[in-house]
């Protein structure tokens, strides 16, 4: 019964907290200061829809940008690759990359933020035990771990940037300039809070497997809930899908700036993808399958007990039995994982994504290796 209360308490509290917005991640935090510090500027009351604060970050990164390498000459450090692909050429190169790197963190904050509605309207209320609600209180923590997310953020920036720095300095033949390298640590920072609330994506979805649900006993992977989960998981794969594609995009119409990035880009960017799909099923698989014999055992504990009294003779004990023992051959053969055919063809048509636009991307390539000339 204490156990029964603690579960009930723990519960409300979350929803509570929840519901009240009191778990808010960094990029939540930063982008509620720049919707205040527009609405100051253009003194409107209310909030910006979420796309037009990400439309003027964009355009205030690229001001900032384009006005520091302006100021400090950089463009004069790019003069290969810029008569390779041309002047416009580089500014759509540039700015295709800088969209993607604002846009990916603003779009997996708000998936995060989907997430965070998900469990209270429906995760919670199926919670079956103490240690479940520890498991989500701590995810919710670690997600909203602003000083954690601050200093990875700065970190994987400096490591971005160096990076980067270090291959077009490469390619241009000398150092690109201090601009240009101001450019790259701003665009690296929304990378790595990206990379980030991803990593908190993958521990989400590691822990989850540890979860006590209350399911369908008769049949747990056709819940509802299961459902819900595994629909809400997959977007994080076609989301990874597409952020590849629309990267390999861009080294295309760079004209292979950095060579062979997009064949690499394609190879390392699968392992995530396939790596979050195992990850997402086996940990559904393991709730479903901790459900199932739930309930079977409770079927076996109802037949032990109509076995003891060793009545057999009563033809009422053996039809209950009888009727027991179907109900525990059909729930045994239910499926133990939320796998069908729609699954699996959306997790090969997310591994599509990223080779088609490799394919599309150096078609000349491919052409040449058919023995086909362009």
Not at 158 to 166: A, H, R
Not at 210 to 231: G, I, Q
Not at 270 to 296: C, D, E, G, H, Y
Request: charged fraction near 20%; include cysteine.
């Amino acid at each position: 019964m204490s156990i029964d209360i603690a579960i009930i308490e723990k519960h409300e509290e979350l929803k509570r907290r929840l519901a009240a917005g009191e778990y808010k991640t960094l990029v939540d935090i930063f982008l509620e200061w720049f919707d205040r510090a527009i609405r100051k500027i253009t003194r409107q009351p209310k909030p910006l829809p979420i796309w037009l604060v990400t439309v003027n970050l964009c355009v205030l990164v690229f001001m900032i940008g384009y006005v520091s390498i302006y100021v400090t000459g950089d463009f004069l450090a790019f003069p290969d690759p810029v008569a390779a692909f041309g002047l416009f050429g580089t500014l759509l190169v540039s700015i295709l990359s800088g969209v993607l790197a604002i846009v990916s963190a603003v779009a997996i904050n708000l998936y995060i933020n989907r997430i965070f509605v998900l469990w209270r309207d429906k995760v919670l209320e199926s919670i079956e035990s103490v240690e479940s609600l520890d498991e989500i209180e701590d995810w919710l923590e670690k997600t909203c771990n602003k000083r954690a997310h601050f200093w990875m953020t700065i970190i994987g920036a400096l490591l971005g940037s160096l990076y980067l720095i270090t291959i077009v300095s490469r390619l241009a033949g000398g150092f690109v300039g201090y601009g240009t390298t101001f450019t790259f640590i701003i665009l690296s920072m929304f990378s790595s809070a990206f990379l980030y609330l991803f990593v908190m994506i993958g521990l989400l979805a590691s822990g989850l497997r540890r979860y006590h649900l209350k399911l369908f006993a008769a049949d747990p992977s056709s819940s509802e809930l299961v459902s819900r989960l595994s629909n809400e998981l997959s977007f994080i794969i076609y989301f990874v899908a597409i952020y590849a594609a629309i990267l390999t995009l861009v080294n295309a119409l760079s004209r292979g700036f950095i060579p062979l990035f997009g064949f690499f880009l394609v190879l390392f960017l699968w392992l995530p993808i396939i790596a979050m799909f195992v990850l997402n099923q086996t940990s559904l698989a393991s709730i479903i399958r901790r459900s199932k014999w739930k309930t079977l055992n409770e079927i076996q504990v109802k037949v032990e007990k109509l076995q003891a009294v060793e009545n057999f003779e009563d033809k009422e004990t053996m039809e209950a039995i009888n009727r027991l023992m179907d109900y525990h051959d059909r729930v045994k053969a239910t499926r133990d994982s939320a796998l069908d055919f729609r699954t699996y063809l959306g997790f090969f048509n997310s591994l599509l994504l990223p080779l088609l636009a490799f394919i599309l991307g150096n078609l000349d390539l491919v052409l040449k290796l058919f023995g086909i000339r362009p």
